[in-house]
C-alpha cells in the first residue's frame, strides 16, 4: 500500500492494477487531509492504514480507479466502508454529491494524468 501525498502517475497505478484485479485500483480517500492511499487488497485494509497513520474514520470513503479509463467512469463509488448510517450513507456508494464532487477533485490533483 502507498499513501499518496502528493501526485502518483498514471502509469503506476496502471501497474498496480495489472499485478492485482487487473482493470482496478482498491483506493482510500482521507476527504479532510486530502490524501488517498492506494494498491490494498481490501478498501478496509487501506482504511486501518490510515486510521493508523492519523485520519479519522469518518472522513474516509472508499473507491475504485480505472486507470485505463479516459472518460468521468474512471473513478467508481463503491465500497463496503461506505456504509456509514450515522452519515446518512446507508449504502456502498457516497450519497452526497457535494462530497463525491470532493472526492474527484482529490484524485484529479493527486493522480497525474
Known amino acids: 500500500m502507498k499513501i499518496v501525498y502528493n501526485k502518483i502517475s498514471i502509469e503506476e497505478l496502471k501497474s498496480m492494477a495489472e499485478n492485482t484485479f487487473g482493470s482496478l485500483v482498491k483506493a482510500v480517500v482521507d476527504v479532510e487531509r486530502e490524501i488517498i492511499v492506494v494498491d490494498g487488497e481490501l478498501h478496509s485494509d487501506e482504511e486501518s492504514y ?18 485505463d479509463k479516459v472518460s468521468k ?19 456502498r456508494g457516497i450519497d452526497d454529491p457535494s462530497l463525491k464532487e470532493k472526492i474527484k477533485e482529490i484524485v484529479e490533483k493527486r493522480v497525474k494524468r
Open 73 to 91: 467512469d474512471w473513478i467508481e463509488f463503491d465500497s463496503l466502508i461506505n456504509i456509514k448510517p450515522w452519515m446518512n450513507n446507508r449504502g
Open 50 to 67: 490510515l486510521l493508523e497513520n492519523g485520519s479519522k474514520q469518518s472522513i474516509l470513503w472508499g473507491i475504485n480507479i480505472y486507470p
